[in-house]
């Protein structure tokens, strides 16, 4: 199994990125996917997941309102649009699969972690 996360980068405060991760040599249409974020010196923390169907989604507080996810199964992708960016967003990203099919925001439910992707929002 392999999530590779891509689009991270540089950006502006009040910039957009598009972060994608993308699953191969197995299918994750039965499960959640979610996104966690590490910022230099914390701990990781959950950013955001959606459901299997794609229908439902769930954010920290920090990001409500600002980050979109979404999913393409067909493609076995899941997608982060993270508009309105500032300096706290800094971090790697992580993209994760979760055991089960709905929400969660518990790392200690997601079974397989991509290797994460670093953003960087400039003041």
């Known amino acids: 199994v392999q999530l590779q996360a891509s689009g991270g980068g540089l950006v502006q405060a009040g910039g957009s990125l598009r972060l994608s991760c993308a699953a191969s040599r197995r299918t994750f249409s039965n499960n959640a996917m979610g996104w966690f974020r590490q910022a230099p010196g914390k701990e990781r923390e959950f950013v955001s997941a959606?459901?299997?169907?794609?229908?439902?989604?769930y954010y920290a507080d920090s990001v409500k309102g600002r980050f979109t996810i979404s999913r393409d199964n067909a493609k076995n992708t899941v997608y982060l649009q993270m508009s309105a960016l500032q300096p706290e967003d800094t971090a790697v990203y992580y993209c994760?699969?979760?055991?089960?099919?709905?929400?969660?925001?518990?790392?200690?439910?997601?079974?397989?972690w991509g290797q994460g992707t670093l953003v960087t929002v400039s003041s």
């Open positions: 959606i459901n299997w169907r794609g229908d439902t989604t």
């Open positions: 994760a699969v979760a055991r089960w099919a709905t929400v969660t925001s518990s790392s200690y439910d997601y079974i397989y």
